[in-house]
């Protein structure tokens, strides 16, 4: 039976060379250090919201583990919380679920869903949602539209703003060319409307090469959707799918449009470049969604949210005050030479570093050694670190190892450890600690020896 998604699969080679070309910014190492001094300019003053929505996905609703259930109740709980509170718009207009929302798609799984909707959802607040991969385990589309009573795509206007979703096909797991020509349609119709005003649009899986994880987990559909979305430079088009953590710095992505990863309230993964294990230790503790704010001027905030603290996130920067809130801004969505959260953020970024005076602790068997060391310093976010083991007497037979920072952690860790194993016994040894950036720029090594004892 022919496949919408084998035939696009062909397309894997020629569609990651032209990604590769258009991820690549026009914005020369200038300009972009221009517009991160923009971005550090105050606006709280100057900025009304008019329009505001929290959005999630992968849920993850089980009929096993109430986990998640918990945390989509806070979702709403907690955005409500900051909309009562607001000094000037107390209104939450909407809230979005980009797919994922059920584990298997079970009727049980969509019943807890929708008890959930009903005990916290309020009057004059639009409930959208989309489907993902996972929603085709058990009833597929039939069950999803049979259940949320509503289309597998969807193009709302809320506030005088446009919202469009796009689900799975029902013949495939990801979109079509018929979908493709229905959402080049409303995109026509949300920018004729307004094209200053910017366009919310939603699919689970990220366009590939784009947001942090999306080199691992992305829709097959990737080349034909950024076709489509790069015609339109005011989409803020928000993917999910790969669990990755939303106070990764890449978690949003701008080049002809803008790109936003939407994190999750299950499980954390990562991109596969620390290790091989994509899964970090304590992966269960996410639980994370934007807050998205438009004043009158289009500009726009997106507000990560940790459900587990019910706070606002912090700033992954280690120089930073601990206390800073984490938001991405986009002073003009329909501008793409405002954009500052483009590929040359890389070249501007700096390198993290160890203060003077941070030393390693080795605590060393026969034949291992545990590594205990301080948070290097970086002033966007330190991301991993490559640890390196060697005999004094050789550069030969060198073990290696990165781990994360568990920057997606809040508080995020002061100090981390790591052992190595396969030592010799009995052998003087160096090792050297590399931080590393997100882009996995490498800062100075702090080093040190130690001594294996005897078997």
Known sequence: MFSWRRFFAVLCLPMALLMLVTGLSPVTKKRQKELETELEVEIEDTFFPVFRFAIASDVHISVSDNTNTKRLAKLFQTAYRYAD????????????????????????????????????????????????????????????????????????????????????????????????????????????????????????GHIWNTVYVSRSWATQMSLPLHTVYAKYPQVINFSGHSHGPINNPLTIWQNSYTQVGTGTLNYFEMERDIGDDTIPAGARNAAQYHIVEVDADNRVRIMPFNILTEDFMKTPSTTDDPEKQLTYMIHDPSDPSSFAYTSARKKTASLPYFEDGDEITAKATADSVTVSFPQAEDDVCVYGYRIQVMKSNKRLNKIEKEIYSEYYFEPMPETLSCTIDGLTPDTDYSVSITPLNVWRGKGTALTSVFHTPAA
């Open 85 to 204: 509170s607001h000094e000037s718009y107390r209104s939450l207009d909407a809230v979005l679920l980009a797919g994922d929302n059920c584990d298997s798609g079970s009727d049980e799984e969509y019943a807890i869903l929708k008890n959930v909707v009903n005990e916290n959802l309020r009057d004059g607040t639009e409930f959208i949602t989309i489907m993902g991969n996972h929603e085709f385990g058990t009833t597929g589309h039939e069950g999803y539209v049979r259940n949320m009573g509503e289309q597998l795509d969807k193009h709302v206007v809320v506030k005088g703003f446009h919202i469009i979703g796009i689900s799975p096909d029902p013949r495939d797991t990801w979109q079509t060319p018929l979908q493709l020509n229905w959402l080049s349609a409303q995109l026509r119709k949300a920018s004729a409307d307004d094209p200053d005003k910017p366009i919310f649009t939603m699919q689970h």
